[in-house]
């Protein structure tokens, strides 16, 4: 009797996520969905603050429309697109998938019923371990990877500031560890947040986005892992497999990651062509 409670539960969950995908922006109904225009999608984290990662999706978006001289007034089809993020999980649209990537697929029990009741038009994902669960779920995906956030050098290039700080740690907004010289990813103020990282001689981040930032400015980071967080490596491992490092230090206390060495920055410039040309213009038309 429990597995046919459970399958009806089950079955319920799809029918609301299907039913309710072409109504709001993901699963917060403060944002609804735009008809006949291209739509973002990226996780909101409540009312009074963005998660920057997240958040950044939209200052890129912006930037591209902005340099393929993209018209939001632009008439078509409700239209749905995936940037930055670990959303493929979390969305239910047919999308447009440009940059997304996966959270865990084993952690979530609905991934493998995805290519049933939604389709991805995908240009390029995050990284490897994204593509290959793509694959296995049944889409076609192009071996292309890049997270958007790698463009942000070329959205805005920093204050030129000294090295005043030797560190500074940027956490998950999970991750509630004590810490000194720490920088909150719970904002929007990009300018501000990326500054600091230029101040910076190295950054420790149990934040994939803290890591990301640093390395597009130039800055060292370390993966910092605390054995109770929430999130596995499989996302960090997307990221840095995709600039085709395989190898990685992961610190499980931030006194630990001072000890550290760091992985050699990578190049990024050819990541960053390979978003730009990918960037699904014709949504808008184009």
């Known amino acids: 009797m429990s597995k046919i409670k459970n399958f009806i539960k089950f079955t319920g969950e799809l029918l609301h996520l299907y039913r309710i995908r072409n109504k709001c922006i993901l699963r917060d109904e403060r944002f609804s969905i735009k008809n006949g ?4 999608h990226y996780w909101k984290f409540g009312r009074k603050s963005e998660n920057l990662g ?27 697109l995936y940037a930055i993020g670990s959303i493929l999980q979390a969305g239910r649209q047919n999308a447009t998938v440009w940059g997304s990537g996966f959270l865990d697929p084993l952690t979530h029990r609905l991934s493998k019923y995805m290519k049933y009741f939604r389709k991805l038009d995908i240009r390029i994902v995050r990284g490897p371990n994204t593509r290959k669960h793509l694959l296995k ?3 076609k995906c192009p071996e292309i ?3 958007p956030a790698i463009l942000m050098p070329l959205i805005y290039k920093g204050c030129c500031v000294d090295k005043t700080r030797e560190y500074t ?5 999970t991750d509630v560890t004590p810490s000194e010289y720490s920088l909150n990813i719970l904002t929007n103020d990009y300018k501000t947040f990326i500054d600091t990282i230029l101040e910076s ?4 981040s149990s934040s994939l986005h803290g890591i990301i930032l640093a390395e597009a400015y130039g800055v060292p980071a370390i993966l910092y892992k605390p054995d109770n967080a929430q999130t596995t490596l499989f996302k960090f491992e997307d990221y840095y497999f995709s600039t085709n490092r395989f190898e990685f230090p992961v610190a499980k206390s931030i006194e630990e990651a001072l000890t550290l060495t760091p992985c050699a920055l990578p190049e990024l410039s050819e990541i960053q062509n390979n978003l730009i040309k990918t960037f699904p213009k014709d949504l808008w038309g184009k």
Not at 37 to 40: G, P, Q, R, T
Not at 201 to 204: A, H, R
């Open 169 to 173: 740690v940027i956490k998950h907004y």
């Open 37 to 40: 225009k291209v739509n973002l």
């Open 54 to 80: 997240d958040y950044l999706s939209s200052v890129v978006v912006d930037f591209m429309k902005e340099y393929y001289a993209l018209d939001d007034s632009y008439s078509c089809k409700t239209k749905h």
């Open 145 to 147: 990877y890049g997270d």
């Open 201 to 204: 001689k190295l950054v420790i």
């Open 137 to 139: 779920l049944g889409y």
